[in-house]
Nanobody
Framework: QVQLVESGGGLVQAGGSLRLSCAAS????????MGWYRQAPGKQRELVAV???????????SVKGRFTISRDNARDTAKNTVYLQMNSLKSEDTAVYYC?????????????WGQGTQVTVSS
């Protein structure tokens, strides 16, 4: 079991910046990748960015060049933290942002989700 606690959402003007954090605790030694998804009103949840345990990164086209994902693998404290630095925010970035962590155990994928944090960008 992995527990995820998010922080850092809020209200910001277009062009501004926010930094989201997600602390994972519990069975983190089996974590494969961590990432961020978002869901805007009336839309499906979509991938924003993901980072693997090896450091490989993938971004949605809509956020490339503006968002940066990073990860702190503090195995000695049994806690992993993933960050999402969001710059040059646009009104279309407004959504609830969810942290996601993936474990692969015996070939089976297990997803854990944070509670979500609201990001609102005013134009």
């Amino acid at each position: 079991q992995v527990q995820l606690v998010e922080s850092g959402g809020g209200l910001v003007q277009a062009g501004g910046s926010l930094r989201l954090s997600c602390a994972a605790s519990g069975s983190i030694l089996r974590l494969n990748h961590m990432g961020w998804y978002r869901q805007a009103p009336g839309k499906q949840r979509e991938l924003v960015a993901v980072i693997t345990s090896g450091g490989a990164i993938n971004y949605a086209e809509s956020v490339k060049g503006r968002f940066t994902i990073s990860r702190d693998n503090a195995r000695d404290t049994a806690k992993n933290t993933v960050y999402l630095q969001m710059n040059s925010l646009k009104s279309e970035d407004t959504a609830v942002y969810y942290c996601n962590a993936v474990e692969v155990v015996a070939g089976i994928r297990h997803d854990s989700w944070g509670q979500g944090t609201q990001v609102t960008v005013s134009s």
